[in-house]
């Protein structure tokens, strides 16, 4: 996972509440993604950032928000938790000059 | 607006045949394309990627086979193993390390 850090790895709420994924590389990496993986459909963008204080909304940002104060963390914001966010989150970054991205291990979330 | 199609959602072969996952793309600005391989519990990585000014590109048993004019780029696993059996991802982005679109997945089960 080149360095790419997530916490944390399974996390259950109930409807309404909130939380953060947090996720962190060491690596200075100025490009970094979040995605949700639902069964059967695939990796879809969530936000993205390109470098600290820069950041864009992706194909499905409706109830998620995120911040980059650092180059470093990426923070993904639930605030209200609806079963449809019922997923697994991954983070990834980009080392510059490169095209490969890199995957975090994931946040299984569950909203009951 | 589903950008990669892939094909088949799932495929089973026989342990020493060949594998073959298929994806399709619609724009035309689009010009790196890598598949990702992801076992359960973990997140995506990358297997191979290549760009459009290559016909083909292998690394050991895996080859990329790409058809600009179609738009169809494909995952060859030449003598298949059991330990290739996972879930595999392509994905499309353009110039400038824009955010890869990623096809819905083929889950691969190899069979002794």
């Known amino acids: 996972n080149a360095g790419v850090t997530q916490t944390p790895k399974f996390r259950i709420l109930k409807i309404g509440q909130s939380m953060t994924l947090q996720c962190a590389q060491d690596m200075n990496h100025n490009y970094m993604y979040w995605y949700r993986q639902d069964p059967g459909m695939g990796l879809k963008l969530i936000y993205y950032s390109v470098g600290a204080g820069i950041t864009d909304k992706g194909e499905v940002p409706n109830g998620y928000n995120v911040s980059r104060s650092t180059t470093e963390d990426f923070p993904l914001r639930l605030e209200l938790a609806a079963p449809s966010q019922t997923s697994v989150y991954f983070c990834?970054?980009?080392?510059?000059?490169?095209?490969?991205?890199?995957f975090g291990p994931g946040t299984r979330l569950t909203v009951l | 607006q589903q950008q990669v199609k892939q094909s088949p959602q799932s495929l089973i072969v026989q342990k020493g045949g060949i594998s073959i996952i298929n994806c399709a793309y619609e724009?035309?600005?689009?010009?790196?394309f890598p598949w990702y391989q992801q076992f359960p519990g973990k997140g995506p990585a990358l297997l191979i990627a290549i760009r459009p000014d290559v016909s083909e590109k292998k690394e050991g048993r895996f080859t990329i086979s790409f058809n600009k004019s179609a738009k169809q780029f494909s995952l060859h696993i030449m003598d298949s193993q059991p330990g290739d059996s996972a879930t595999y991802f392509c994905a499309a982005s353009s110039k400038g390390n824009t955010p890869l679109v990623f096809g819905k997945g083929t889950r691969l089960s190899v069979i002794a």
């Open positions: 724009n035309t600005a689009f010009d790196y």
């Open positions: 990834a970054s980009i080392p510059t000059g490169t095209d490969t991205q890199y």
